[in-house]
T-cell receptor, first 116, second 113 residues
Framework: GAGVSQSPSNKVTEKGKDVELRCDPI?????LYWYRQSLGQGLEFLIY????????KSGLPSDRFSAERTGGSVSTLTIQRTQQEDSAVYLC??????????????FGAGTRLSVL | SQELEQSPQSLIVQEGKNLTINCTSS?????LYWYKQKYGEGLIFLMM?????EEKSHEKITAKLDEKKQQSSLHITASQPSHAGIYLC?????????????FGRGTQLTVWP
């Protein structure tokens, strides 16, 4: 696609439910990133994929959070047993591995998650 | 890790005025990225700086990376309401071509007519 696409754009869920957030990166971008932006907080790194593997998942806040990427394209971030503190905007970004582009990350519009 | 401090946290200016936003790091900046975010939207990439002393411009926005590569500034000339939003600086980890970016907390810019 032309840009990074995320779905859903908004998600309201009840505490304790599982949610899945989807990211479709820019076509041909091999690197994919998940960040979280909470009210009053900066961008918090969650996990990064190169192809289908995740060299850096150091930002996942707990074992309730997991992510996968298949076919080197679409990624899914899953949050199990959601808690109110999980409420945030979840942003996905992708980048191309070229020396010219360096690490320029292009972001999607995000998924706004509200846990009631 | 990389910690970035942005100043000011918020800025309110009248249309037509010039303004500057700063991004400071305690470590050498290898790749410095400026983004803009509007409410409810993702981050829009503005510019990337790598070399000390480098300066880049896009329309009325100019970004510089100082010679010591520990501070960057974003300057907007003759601000317009369309410039309003949150400006964030991001940095590489030791100049790697891949991997997470570290972000500042952002500067909220309001431009009133």
């Amino acid at each position: 696609g032309a840009g990074v696409s995320q779905s859903p754009s908004n998600k309201v869920t009840e505490k304790g439910k599982d949610v899945e957030l989807r990211c479709d990166p820019i076509s041909g971008h091999t690197a994919l990133y998940w960040y979280r932006q909470s009210l009053g907080q900066g961008l918090e790194f969650l996990i990064y994929f190169q192809g289908n593997s995740a060299p850096d998942k150091s930002g996942l806040p707990s074992d309730r959070f997991s992510a996968e990427r298949t076919g080197g394209s679409v990624s899914t971030l899953t949050i199990q047993r959601t808690q109110q503190e999980d409420s945030a905007v979840y942003l996905c970004a992708s980048s191309s591995v070229t020396s010219v582009a360096k690490n320029i990350q292009y972001f999607g519009a995000g998924t706004r998650l509200s846990v009631l | 890790s990389q910690e970035l401090e942005q100043s000011p946290q918020s800025l309110i200016v009248q249309e037509g005025k010039n303004l500057t936003i700063n991004c400071t790091s305690s470590k050498t900046l290898y790749g410095l990225y400026w983004y803009k975010q509007k409410y409810g939207e993702g981050l829009i990439f503005l510019m990337m700086l790598q070399k000390g002393g480098e300066e880049k411009s896009h329309e009325k926005i100019t970004a510089k990376l100082d010679e010591k590569k520990q501070q960057s500034s974003l300057h907007i000339t003759a601000s317009q309401p369309s410039h309003a939003g949150i400006y964030l600086c991001g940095a590489d980890d030791r100049g790697s071509t891949l991997g997470r970016l570290y972000f500042g907390r952002g500067t909220q810019l309001t431009v009133w007519p």
